[in-house]
Nanobody, 111 residues
Framework: QEPLVESGGGLVQPGGSLRLSCVASRNSDSIQYAAWYRQAPGKEPELVANISPNGTVTYADSVKGRLTISRDNAKKLYLQMNNLKPEDTAVYYC??????WGQGTQVTVPK
């Protein structure tokens, strides 16, 4: 299995925005089910958002209204992050069946 590759993280002030991207390291079929997870220091991984094959999206209560998951025909997965808060600080990982976990991308929102 090939790993996924996340990008787009960084340091952003509270209230700022970031757009995370996730791409497969090899040619693949169009995205069906996919998800974004995050893991903050000392905490368990948390499911942030997922998208089903028919396009239905689901979000954790803590990010509703601020984060948006999407996919495009170029087989990329995105996570648009708006109005970021310090509690959003974590390493963000994308998930797709058939691929292994990538290195993640660090998002830091200082207090």
């Amino acid at each position: 299995q090939e790993p996924l590759v996340e990008s787009g993280g960084g340091l952003v002030q509270p209230g700022g925005s970031l757009r995370l991207s996730c791409v497969a390291s090899r040619n693949s079929d169009s995205i069906q089910y996919a998800a974004w997870y995050r893991q903050a220091p000392g905490k368990e991984p948390e499911l942030v958002a997922n998208i089903s094959p028919n396009g239905t999206v689901t979000y954790a209560d803590s990010v509703k209204g601020r984060l948006t998951i999407s996919r495009d025909n170029a087989k990329k997965l995105y996570l648009q992050m708006n109005n970021l808060k310090p509690e959003d600080t974590a390493v963000y990982y994308c998930f797709r069946p058939g691929f292994t976990w990538g290195q993640g991308t660090q998002v830091t929102v200082p207090k």
